[in-house]
């Protein structure tokens, strides 16, 4: 009697599916996660992503507004004292 079980597929088979490109670059054939345009291969899983806020960014704090304000007003100075001394 294989095979003669009736399966509820039609949610399955009407279902988005996942936008993502695979290695061969076919579109991926899965279903998409509810409320998500990928699969949860392909980032729709719950938690997958960077991290809100881009906290990446906060790597070291070289391109802040500050830390540039201060190269600048830095810069200034020493180019300031070359002319002084240049002068002198």
């Known amino acids: 009697m294989a095979g003669m079980h009736k399966r509820n597929t039609g949610p399955m088979r009407d279902s ?6 695979t290695r061969k670059g076919t579109p ?11 699969c949860r291969m392909h980032g729709g899983a719950q938690g997958s992503g960077a991290p809100i806020g881009n906290q990446n960014a906060l790597a070291h704090g070289m391109y ?12 200034d100075l020493l180019r300031d004292g070359k002319k002084f001394i240049e002068q002198f």
Not at 16 to 21: I, Q, S, T, V
Not at 28 to 38: D, I
Request: proline residues 3%; positive net charge; hydrophobic residues 30%.
């Open 64 to 75: 802040t507004r500050e830390s540039l304000a201060l190269q600048t007003h830095i810069r």
């Open 28 to 38: 991926c054939q899965s279903p998409a996660v509810r409320g998500k345009a990928r």
């Open 16 to 21: 988005l599916r996942c936008g993502a490109k």
